[in-house]
């Protein structure tokens, strides 16, 4: 008898540790930097999200397939569909056919940014290795400071951000796009042309 109680002290504390485990998980999930791991206090709100939308977006460096260093600002005057991924997130792999598809109908008019944060990926060349065993033809970059995560505000893959010609950010989309969303934004982008 006295084993039976035992027992069932010992499962109820095991329940109670993995509930409280549990909370604090849901607590912090949002507060992660993915490319360090480090806790951040900064909680996203659907109004901080919209006036993010509001404003230009932030410059930073990157490399294209060919190694030439370019800027996001080197492309202001045309509109910009970036795209943050990384070659083991499930979710942006599921939608890259959806920016292939949107690629090849509006690459003549919007220039469409595959932002592989290298510092993100698993390994060096998992972005790059992923792309070349894809056949992919849209524009991939490499971002190998670590910077434009931190300075957009993301904390999870994909993320899109969507950049009027002006360079001031229209909406942004976290999570996988789906091919109408994607298409309805570039539409967007292209009316404010």
């Known amino acids: ?7 069932a002290v010992s499962i109820i504390a095991l329940v109670v540790v993995i509930a409280a485990s549990m909370a604090v998980y849901n607590v912090y999930v949002d507060k992660v930097d993915p ?6 206090d900064a909680s996203q709100t659907m109004a ?4 993010f939308a509001a404003t230009a977006a932030q410059d930073f460096t990157m490399q294209d397939a060919s190694g030439k260093t370019v800027k996001l600002s080197d492309f202001k005057g045309t509109p910009v569909v970036l795209n943050f991924w990384t070659s083991w ?13 949107a690629y090849k109908q509006y690459g003549d008019q919007v220039q469409f940014i595959m932002l592989n944060p290298v510092k993100s990926e698993r390994s060096s060349n998992g972005g790059k290795t992923f792309i070349q065993e894809s056949g992919y ?10 910077k434009a995560i931190t300075s957009y505000g993301l904390r999870g893959f ?3 951000i969507f950049i009027d010609a002006n360079g001031n950010i229209v909406d942004k989309n976290l999570g996988a796009i789906s091919q ?8 967007t982008l292209l009316a404010k042309k």
């Open 1 to 7: 008898m006295n084993n039976k109680k035992v027992l």
């Open 35 to 40: 490319t360090t791991g480090a806790i951040t």
């Open 48 to 51: 901080e999200v919209q006036t």
């Open 89 to 101: 997130c499930s979710y942006c792999r599921s939608e890259m056919p959806y920016f292939e598809s």
């Open 137 to 146: 033809t849209f524009p991939v970059f490499y971002e190998t400071e670590g």
């Open 158 to 160: 994909p993320a899109t």
């Open 180 to 187: 109408a969303k994607l298409n309805e934004m570039v539409q």
